[in-house]
């Protein structure tokens, strides 16, 4: 039972192939014209026919009419005249003619059968009363029933007192019976069977060429998107790494710009990840060099005396801690991947928070008599995560201090609008040189690799910081001037929007 579905399910898959509904489209259009042309030939044909006969037959049926009349027919059907044109008509349309006079009296039926009885009848006496004809199709027993007046032409009356109306005498016509006449049309429906027949073999010749067409076309208007799966296919086995090319269509185009782009940036992504790995190696292996050479030092040494013993034990501690400070670093950068981190947001008073993290701070700064200033323009409540936002400022103020000169500044500002907050954080330090500002963000990115050992840090701390942002879903920008110091500023929203 689950195959029988399968099978199905799959042969409603092919349909949703582009190949498949090219196909159809083709084939529909071409087959479909044809259709409706074959059935509106036909039904023209039918038409023209039909109209062709009627007016034929009319015609003759006016002139018997006439010849009825000259021959006193209606009283008299001895006339062999009339009776031969009648058979001959009756004969030449293998129809039937039936003659009624005015008191709806059977006088004459070519068929022999209705003679002497009364016929009572819509049309024929519509067309006693109004002196005119009519004639209608039956499609369904193949045959046209006509009704033609017989008239008879006369002078107008005199009137009562015996005088005749001024002017000149006026003729009127006076119907003295009907001619109820059916017709058929087999004939027409031979002439369209044999039509419709050759139609039909001309139709399914079509259909076949249109077919192949359709194959054909279907095939190669499709064969750019194959060239694109095959060439997307070698690039996903790894036969190949180079950007794809296939201009056929502008679709095709757009689709071959879009998964080079997305290839250019797996392999910026693959390279930044090597360079990361490289880099991550580096630091962990650098502190653990450096134990390993201290306890060596030890190892190799008898009676080492005590104070070069806790001196190398200093060091030793040292090294270990910058071990631990890059690992905790690395495994908050991995927290902030913005596809895993978590927010915990809450309502905070930024100002209160950033006197916090400053007062935490103040003594570092005075070590190197640096001033620390916090000027807020207004009071700020927004939506964060206390512990990421605290990280940001905590981030951005140390290294504010770190890579600042001595008897230097920082300075903390706090603006907000009706919609985000920024804080500025300004200091008169080194500055960062313009070809390194788009590099800052980078994992283990040093600006200045020579004195980094002696300043400290992992080369982590922006690329923290600016994940934090991103998390908060605001922005972070920089400026700086070497020699004259840097500005960076942090703008959030104050209403965290989960998206």
């Known amino acids: 039972m689950d195959i029988k579905i399968k099978n199905i399910l799959n042969q409603f898959k092919i349909l949703r192939s582009l190949k498949a509904r090219i196909f159809i489209i083709v084939f529909l259009i071409g087959i479909i014209p044809s259709v409706i042309m074959r059935y509106g030939i036909l039904n023209s044909y039918e038409d023209r026919a039909v109209s062709l006969r009627t007016s034929d037959v009319q015609r003759q049926l006016n002139i018997i009419a006439n010849h009825l009349i000259a021959y006193n027919y209606l009283t008299d059907t001895s006339s062999e005249v009339i009776s031969a044109e009648l058979e001959q008509l009756s004969n030449l349309y293998d129809g039937r003619v039936i003659i009624i006079n005015s008191n709806l009296k059977v006088i004459k039926d070519t068929y022999g059968i209705g003679e002497g009885k009364t016929v009572i009848s819509e049309e024929v006496v519509k067309c006693m009363k109004s002196g005119t004809g009519g004639s209608s199709f039956n499609d369904e027993y193949d045959y046209i029933e006509f009704t033609t007046p017989i008239l008879e032409t006369a002078l107008m009356a005199e009137t009562s007192d015996g005088e005749k109306p001024k002017g000149e005498d006026k003729p009127r016509d006076i119907v003295r019976g009907v001619m109820l006449t059916s017709v058929s049309t087999d004939s027409i429906v031979v002439t369209m069977d044999i039509l419709s027949r050759r139609a039909l073999i001309m139709e399914i010749m079509m259909l076949l060429i249109i077919f192949a ?42 689709i071959v710009d879009a998964f080079n782009q997305l290839l250019t940036r797996m392999k910026a992504l693959d390279t930044s990840r090597q360079e990361f790995v490289s880099n991550v190696s580096h630091e ?16 190799a040494q008898e009676d080492v005396p005590a104070e070069l013993y806790r001196e190398f034990m200093v060091d030793i501690a040292e090294e270990i801690d910058r071990e631990d400070k890059i690992i905790n670093d690395l495994l908050s950068m991995v927290k902030m991947d913005r596809k895993v981190a978590s927010m915990n947001i809450s309502v905070v008073d930024i100002n209160a928070l950033t006197e916090i993290i400053l007062k935490r701070l103040r003594p570092i700064a005075r070590k190197r008599d640096i001033e620390v200033v916090f000027e807020s323009n207004r009071a700020v409540t927004a939506e964060v995560d206390e512990v990421k936002m605290t990280l940001i400022l905590t981030n951005l103020v140390e290294n504010a201090i770190k890579y600042n000169r001595e008897q230097g500044g920082v300075k903390v500002v706090l603006d907000a609008d009706h919609q985000f907050f920024t804080v500025d954080i300004i200091d008169t330090g080194i500055g960062i040189p313009e070809d390194s500002l788009e590099h800052i963000y980078e994992r283990f990115y040093r600006v200045d690799k020579s004195h980094s050992r002696e300043i400290g840090g992992t080369g982590l701390g922006l690329a923290i910081t600016r994940s934090a942002v991103l998390l908060h879903r605001g922005s972070i920008k920089v400026s700086s001037a070497e020699g004259e110091g840097t500005t960076f500023t942090v703008k959030i929203p104050l209403s965290y929007v989960v998206l």
Do not use: N, Q
Not at 285 to 293: D, G, L, Q
């Open 284 to 299: 962990l292996k650098t502190p653990i060099t450096s134990v390993k050479v201290l306890a060596d030092s030890l190892l």
């Open 213 to 254: 067409i359709a194959l054909v076309l279907a095939k190669i208007l499709t064969k750019p998107f194959e060239r694109v799966t095959k060439a997307i296919s070698e690039v996903k086995e790894g036969f190949t790494d180079e950007p794809v090319s296939v201009p056929d269509y502008l679709e095709t185009e757009h």
